[in-house]
């Protein structure tokens, strides 16, 4: 659904000129997106974010940096190519600990 989306978004480079139909292609166009809008609502299950410890004294030498940095984190943590990224570590680590025990087996 989510691919379809952006094929059609990406393959469709022209535009109505009629400023009715434009204006409903746009409304039409919205409203798909509204869809994807809950992908960047939820924190990301299990995952915490810090800063390195040598970063915080340079954060918290300005009040401003700070906010930046607790906007940033808030941001990050919700970010869905991160949870992808996840994701495909973790199956890397299950398929990496499978194949270590194929091979003890052949041992």
């Known amino acids: ?3 379809e989306f952006f ?3 990406d393959n469709d480079g022209s535009y109505k000129l009629n ?17 994807f809008k809950v992908l960047f609502e939820e924190d990301i299950e299990n995952l915490e974010i810090e800063n390195l410890a040598i970063d915080l ?5 300005d ?9 940033w984190i808030k941001i990050v943590n919700k970010d869905v190519y ?4 996840l994701y495909i570590i973790k199956d890397m ?3 990496h600990g499978a194949l270590a025990e194929l ?5």
């Not at 400023?19 to 869809?35: C, I, L, Q, S, Y």
């Open 7 to 9: 094929l059609k978004a």
């Open 57 to 61: 004294p340079y954060i918290e030498m």
């Open 103 to 107: 091979e003890n087996l052949k041992d």
């Open 63 to 71: 009040s401003s940096r700070i906010v930046r940095n607790e906007e």
């Open 19 to 35: 400023f009715e139909e434009f204006k409903a292609f746009n409304d039409n166009r919205d409203k798909e997106a509204e869809k």
């Open 93 to 95: 680590v299950e398929l």
């Open 82 to 85: 991160i949870e992808e990224a």
């Open 1 to 3: 659904m989510m691919e």
